[in-house]
T-cell receptor, first 115, second 115 residues
Framework: KQEVTQIPAALSVPEGENLVLNCSFTDSAIYNLQWFRQDPGKGLTSLLLIQSSQREQTSGRLNASLDKSSGRSTLYIAASQPGDSATYLCAVRLLSSGSARQLTFGSGTQLTVLP | DTGVSQDPRHKITKRGQNVTFRCDPISEHNRLYWYRQTLGQGPEFLTYFQNEAQLEKSRLLSDRFSAERPKGSFSTLEIQRTEQGDSAMYLC?????????????FGQGTRLTVV
């Protein structure tokens, strides 16, 4: 059974810092990996998707990397801002998850960027 | 707004009552998913539709839960005889096709509180 772990569970940084969020998964036979942002009481906003054949994806101040062989992904946020405060969720889609190819999520990292 | 839409956003119900939630996916998306998220955890897969066919159900979907997607458009999730343990955020997601660059888009969720 695929397990997705995100460390740390919570992170507090001063504004302007660069930071890295970590995601690890136990089954490396993934279809793709997606990073989401979730604000309190809200739904999920997709940030980046990395296909299994890719090593990284970038969008603005965000950069996500994927190392399938070691079962790891990182989300790098440059020049953090208070508006980046949210919970960041990592999710993988397995090759072997049947026709659904549903996402398996980590528990998230709650990020607070202090002004 | 052409994103995934969920209704209602919040629902408070007494234990033992039935509740029904609705999800309208992005119009050209034929794949629809329901997830449940409890506090401090990532979303967990409940069920999957391809067009109108319900193709997969998780073990989390007890007999009290039923989902439909008539005509392959909107979907409903009904919980009968609600229990306090059903209190959670219910999230709907949709995707267009199945490929390595398939990106899941989520709605804002329905927050259920059973009192």
């Amino acid at each position: 059974k695929q397990e997705v772990t995100q460390i740390p569970a919570a992170l507090s940084v001063p504004e302007g810092e660069n930071l890295v969020l970590n995601c690890s998964f136990t089954d490396s036979a993934i279809y793709n990996l997606q990073w989401f942002r979730q604000d309190p009481g809200k739904g999920l906003t997709s940030l980046l998707l990395i296909q299994s054949s890719q090593r990284e994806q970038t969008s603005g101040r965000l950069n996500a990397s994927l190392d399938k062989s070691s079962g790891r992904s990182t989300l790098y946020i440059a020049a953090s801002q208070p508006g980046d405060s949210a919970t960041y969720l990592c999710a993988v889609r397995l090759l072997s998850s049947g026709s659904a190819r549903q996402l398996t999520f980590g528990s998230g990292t709650q990020l607070t960027v202090l002004p | 707004d052409t994103g995934v839409s969920q209704d209602p956003r919040h629902k408070i119900t007494k234990r033992g009552q039935n509740v029904t939630f609705r999800c309208d996916p992005i119009s050209e998306h034929n794949r629809l998913y329901w997830y449940r998220q409890t506090l401090g955890q990532g979303p967990e897969f409940l069920t999957y539709f391809q067009n109108e066919a319900q193709l997969e159900k998780s073990r989390l979907l007890s007999d009290r839960f039923s989902a439909e997607r008539p005509k392959g458009s909107f979907s409903t999730l009904e919980i009968q005889r609600t229990e306090q343990g059903d209190s959670a955020m219910y999230l709907c997601a949709s995707t267009k096709t199945e490929s390595m660059n398939t990106e899941a888009f989520f709605g804002q969720g329905t927050r259920l509180t059973v009192v």
